[in-house]
């Protein structure tokens, strides 16, 4: 459900909310909330609330550092886990200087702006996430260990699979939130788990993204354990990925579908620091079903993009290579203008690459192009790139840059 600035003052009211949590999150996506009392709400709405800046990574600057939270009505959910007598309700919001301009570190306001641009082009994009995450142990003092919470493997079952009721109560809880979780599973690693979210709109599915992790630490904390959603939590397991599903409307247009695959293609070296911000990033790539090379396959998990088998209006592209340390709004605003790209610019899309990149030798692979394989490399490729320059502000590939 979609509120209206006045629906949420009445829900406040009448549903005994006693704090209201206002959400952004830092340049490299890391989510950062403030908390206010019903009775600030009609200010909040109407001028903002201020906030100090300069202690937010990327957003630099003491001289200059007031910045001002709005509200968004429409994003207003309640935080299921807080009490049930004096409940707590959060809302995702917009940034500003005090002059009323926008703050152009707001990574979300950025994926609005690419969200319109496609919008006056005549598309829509949507998107899907799949997250993955480890769960392991707390030690006594209640800091995270290494030791995971179970040796289960891929699609195993309990009692071997000891995430389950983690997972149920963290898709009970996002059902609750208005947020739909399509299917979960335990992964490949021991303790390594996948919740996957139904197709939606770009902000919808960049929002929820945030709030998924959320409730997921939430939840393993609230169970005696540790979500970790690094791209490497242990160098001899698989890695955690962030595969993102990405379909182009109108629908039923195979050519524009390999248009926006072949513009994803084209631009991912120098999009690969924003999906990929860590050192411990690079750890992953080339090794289990985590893409090292640009290339694409129908149904083919060492490819970086990969055609799942699906018709009509479920036929989608998934990009393989983006792990859950991205800031999702990056992410998506850079899929939809590397989409848009390739359509306008009619890109053909290269043959498949229908073979196991995983076990080619290297003649086979000296006919791909490789990822950057570190984020010095990654940096180089975004510093270097127009297509960059044009979308994200400097100050942000700053940021991204001296990492």
């Given at each position: 459900m979609r509120y209206s600035n006045a629906e949420v003052m009445e829900y406040v009211r009448e549903e005994d909310v006693k704090f209201i949590r206002i959400a952004f999150c830092d340049v490299f996506g890391r989510q950062k909330n403030i908390s206010i009392m019903p009775e600030?709400?009609?200010?909040?709405?109407?001028?903002?609330?201020?906030?100090?800046?300069s202690a937010i990574a990327g957003f630099d600057g003491e001289t200059r550092s007031d910045?001002?939270?709005?509200?968004?009505?429409?994003?207003?959910?309640?935080?299921?886990?807080?009490?049930?007598?004096?409940?707590?309700?959060?809302?995702?919001?917009?940034i500003t200087y005090p002059d009323g301009r926008p703050f152009e570190c707001d990574t979300r306001s950025l994926l609005k702006k690419a969200v319109s641009d496609a919008s006056r082009a005549g598309y829509t994009f949507r998107f899907g996430?799949?997250?993955?995450?480890?769960?392991?142990?707390?030690?006594?003092?209640?800091?995270?260990?290494?030791?995971?919470?179970?040796?289960?493997?891929?699609?195993?079952?309990?009692?071997e699979d000891r995430g389950e009721n983690v997972r149920r109560e963290v898709c009970l809880i996002l059902e609750q939130m208005g947020i739909q979780p399509e299917s979960s599973h335990h992964e490949e690693g021991p303790g390594q788990n996948e919740i996957d979210f139904r197709y939606s709109d770009a902000l919808s599915a960049a929002d929820?993204?945030?709030?998924?992790?959320?409730v997921v630490k939430t939840v393993a904390r609230s169970n005696g354990l540790y979500a970790d959603f690094s791209a490497k939590p242990l160098d001899s397991k698989p890695g955690n990925g962030f595969h993102v599903n990405i379909?182009?409307?109108?629908?039923?247009n195979t050519e524009r579908m390999n248009q926006m695959i072949a513009g994803i293609l084209d631009k991912v070296p120098e999009m690969t620091l924003f999906l990929n911000p860590t050192e411990n990033s690079y750890k992953r790539f080339g090794l289990?079903?985590?893409p090292g090379y640009v290339s694409w396959s129908h149904e083919n998990r060492s490819?970086?993009?990969?055609?799942?088998?699906?018709?009509?209006?479920?036929?989608?592209?998934?990009?393989?290579?983006?792990?859950?340390t991205a800031n999702p709004y990056l992410v998506f605003s850079l899929l939809i203008y590397a989409g848009l790209y390739?359509?306008?610019?009619?890109?053909?899309?290269?043959?498949?690459?229908?073979?196991?990149?995983?076990?080619?030798?290297?003649?086979?692979?000296?006919n791909f192009k490789r990822l950057p394989d570190t984020l010095k490399a990654a940096a180089e490729a975004a510093r270097d790139s127009e297509f960059i320059r044009e979308h994200i502000p400097q100050t942000i590939s700053d940021k991204y840059s001296h990492l």
């Open positions: 600030e709400l009609p200010r909040a709405f109407e001028y903002g609330i201020a906030f100090d800046a910045l001002l939270l709005h509200p968004d009505a429409e994003t207003l959910t309640l935080l299921p886990w807080r009490p049930e007598h004096g409940k707590v309700v959060r809302m995702f919001a917009g996430a799949e997250q993955e995450f480890y769960l392991f142990h707390l030690d006594e003092a209640g800091r995270p260990t290494s030791e995971p919470y179970d040796q289960a493997g891929y699609m195993d079952v309990a009692p929820n993204a945030m709030t998924f992790q959320t379909s182009v409307e109108p629908s039923g289990s079903k985590a490819q970086l993009i990969r055609i799942p088998a699906a018709i009509g209006e479920y036929r989608r592209a998934e990009l393989r290579s983006p792990d859950p390739g359509i306008e610019n009619q890109m053909p899309l290269p043959a498949p690459a229908d073979i196991n990149l995983f076990k080619a030798d290297q003649k086979t692979l000296s």
